[in-house]
């Protein structure tokens, strides 16, 4: 299995599916995120992945939205540092419009994730790559992307694997990680950040960092330090994750 720069490849997350009902260090406007960007770079983080945001907070897909925050963002960090994008079905159920979205944006994100179970995966990717966007292959436990994944001919093609636990026990996620892991082999060549979300994010991720995996931080994946105070931002997760 491929590592992707080490354990101390911390990517940032900085608000995901969350809004404003999650509490005010969630950032949901452009400027929001920017700040929250620079912020988590300057903690140690080294990519960073959001969720674009509708004026009413909910996530989009939508070509002005994209554009605001990734320009935004962009403008407050050092030019190496890359930034991507969600192309969940939640920000538009429709298989067909998400590849219509992607093939509209006038600002390109250098990666977007796509979930291999969801449906119309294949053909969101192959959008990506003729747009030269890097493809983060989303792989949750408990579904059966790795197995579409795995036999799918752009899998060698993809910039990483995302490998994310859905189990949200803090007592089993561990173990559901190493099944995940193990479910995937080598993962057809290609990195692997492995991360978890709520309760397993933190069992998740010092799971990552003992096995010299990239990871992940920040408020998507949970609202909580380890000893169950809430983060005040994405930069105190990342500082968090790499000590």
Same mark, same amino acid.
């Given at each position: 299995?491929?590592?992707?720069?080490?354990?101390?490849h911390v990517q940032?997350?900085?608000?995901?599916?969350?809004?404003?009902? $999650?509490g005010?260090?969630?950032p949901? &406007? *452009?400027g929001a995120m920017a700040?929250?960007?620079?912020? #988590? !770079?300057a /903690?140690g983080a080294? $990519?960073?992945?959001v969720h674009p945001? &509708? *004026?009413?907070?909910q996530?989009?897909?939508?070509p002005r #939205? !994209?554009? /605001?925050?990734?320009?935004?963002?962009?403008?407050?960090?050092?030019?190496?540092?890359?930034?991507?994008v969600t192309?969940?079905?939640?920000a538009?159920?429709?298989?067909?419009?998400?590849v219509e979205y992607?093939?509209?944006?006038t600002?390109?994100?250098?990666?977007a994730s796509?979930n291999w179970h969801?449906?119309g995966?294949?053909e969101l990717?192959a959008?990506l790559m003729?747009?030269?966007?890097g493809?983060?292959?989303?792989?949750?436990?408990g579904?059966d992307g790795?197995r579409?994944?795995?036999?799918?001919p752009?899998?060698a093609?993809v910039?990483?694997?995302?490998a994310?636990?859905?189990?949200?026990?803090?007592?089993t996620a561990?173990?559901s990680a190493?099944m995940?892991?193990?479910e995937l082999?080598?993962?057809?060549?290609?990195p692997?950040l492995?991360?978890?979300?709520?309760g397993?994010?933190?069992?998740?991720?010092?799971?990552a960092r003992?096995?010299?995996?990239?990871?992940?931080?920040g408020?998507?994946?949970?609202?909580?330090l380890?000893d169950?105070?809430p983060?005040?931002s994405?930069a105190?997760?990342?500082?968090e994750?790499?000590?």
């Amino acid at each position: 299995m491929s590592r992707l720069q080490g354990q101390d490849h911390v990517q940032v997350c900085l608000n995901g599916p969350r809004g404003a009902r $999650d509490g005010a260090a969630v950032p949901v &406007s *452009p400027g929001a995120m920017a700040e929250a960007a620079a912020a #988590a !770079v300057a /903690a140690g983080a080294c $990519d960073v992945h959001v969720h674009p945001k &509708s *004026p009413c907070g909910q996530d989009t897909l939508s070509p002005r #939205a !994209v554009a /605001a925050a990734l320009t935004a963002i962009r403008a407050a960090l050092p030019a190496r540092v890359p930034v991507g994008v969600t192309t969940g079905a939640w920000a538009e159920p429709d298989p067909g419009r998400r590849v219509e979205y992607v093939r509209s944006w006038t600002v390109l994100p250098d990666h977007a994730s796509v979930n291999w179970h969801e449906p119309g995966a294949e053909e969101l990717a192959a959008a990506l790559m003729e747009r030269g966007v890097g493809v983060e292959a989303g792989l949750w436990s408990g579904t059966d992307g790795v197995r579409r994944f795995l036999g799918s001919p752009l899998a060698a093609r993809v910039l990483r694997v995302l490998a994310e636990v859905t189990d949200t026990d803090p007592a089993t996620a561990e173990g559901s990680a190493r099944m995940l892991l193990a479910e995937l082999g080598d993962a057809r060549g290609r990195p692997v950040l492995l991360h978890g979300e709520d309760g397993g994010a933190w069992p998740v991720l010092r799971l990552a960092r003992r096995l010299g995996l990239a990871t992940r931080a920040g408020l998507e994946d949970t609202l909580l330090l380890p000893d169950g105070r809430p983060a005040a931002s994405n930069a105190e997760l990342v500082r968090e994750a790499l000590l």
